[in-house]
T-cell receptor
Framework: NAGVTQTPKFQVLKTGQSMTLQCAQDMNHEYMSWYRQDPGMGLRLIHY???????DQGEVPNGYNVSRSTTEDFPLRLLSAAPSQTSVYFC????????????FGEGSRLTVL | AQKVTQAQTEISVVEKEDVTLDCVYETRDTTYYLFWYKQPPSGELVFLIR??????QNEISGRYSWNFQKSTSSFNFTITASQVVDSAVYFCALRSPSGGSNYKLTFGKGTLLTVNP
């Protein structure tokens, strides 16, 4: 009963390093998205995808890349980490773009020094 | 554009008290969906309820109830006889066509509920 699985759960990076946050879902959802959660800012959409091969930017896409080669996987890449990217990241998926509730992963806490 | 406002940043109650969390939303669409999520101290986001804009019937699930009023653009959440395990951050969220990003989920800033024994 996996649902949405994110890895790693914790990561510490130095400024300028790159890394990929992995996200996988086993519910055959077409819609997947990445959010970041910061104190006082709530949750903000970084990137989203409506199906394999289709991705687009959300509210705060700068500094992040995504790809969607399969329905199941939606990795988030930080090419050159900055302290402003210190945050908790959530991957989410849903079965419908408008009507469906989002199912969230457990979150990944990233610290950039 | 769409917006969700949760005016209560923090609420503190004593166990067994009833508590209502307020949510006011803005959208120009006639078809939209409203959600409530719970984020306990462990950090995960747990889906609680979904309501579409054409269904104004109030819903009750155990100690939880939701009051949806289109006339005031509100979707309030009441916990009856609160318990310590209800302590969490609660988020109201909106999904509508004019939100862009292929119906992104717009969240309020959240309300931190603390239930003291």
């Amino acid at each position: 009963n996996a649902g949405v699985t994110q890895t790693p759960k914790f990561q510490v990076l130095k400024t300028g390093q790159s890394m990929t946050l992995q996200c996988a879902q086993d519910m055959n959802h077409e819609y997947m998205s990445w959010y970041r959660q910061d104190p006082g800012m709530g949750l903000r959409l970084i990137h989203y995808s409506v199906g394999a091969g289709i991705t687009d930017q959300g509210e705060v896409p700068n500094g992040y890349n995504v790809s969607r080669s399969t329905t199941e996987d939606f990795p988030l890449r930080l090419l050159s980490a900055a302290p402003s990217q210190t945050s908790v990241y959530f991957c989410a998926s849903s079965y419908s773009s408008l009507t469906g509730e989002l199912f969230f992963g457990e979150g990944s806490r990233l610290t950039v020094l | 554009a769409q917006k969700v406002t949760q005016a209560q940043t923090e609420i503190s109650v004593v166990e067994k008290e009833d508590v209502t969390l307020d949510c006011v939303y803005e959208t120009r669409d006639t078809t939209y969906y409203l959600f409530w999520y719970k984020q306990p101290p462990s950090g995960e986001l747990v889906f609680l309820i979904r309501r579409n804009s054409f269904d104004e019937q109030n819903e009750i699930s155990g100690r939880y109830s939701w009051n949806f009023q289109k006339s005031t653009s509100s979707f309030n959440f009441t916990i009856t006889a609160s318990q310590v395990v209800d302590s969490a951050v609660y988020f109201c969220a909106l999904r509508s066509p004019s939100g862009g990003s292929n119906y992104k989920l717009t969240f309020g800033k959240g309300t931190l509920l603390t239930v003291n024994p």
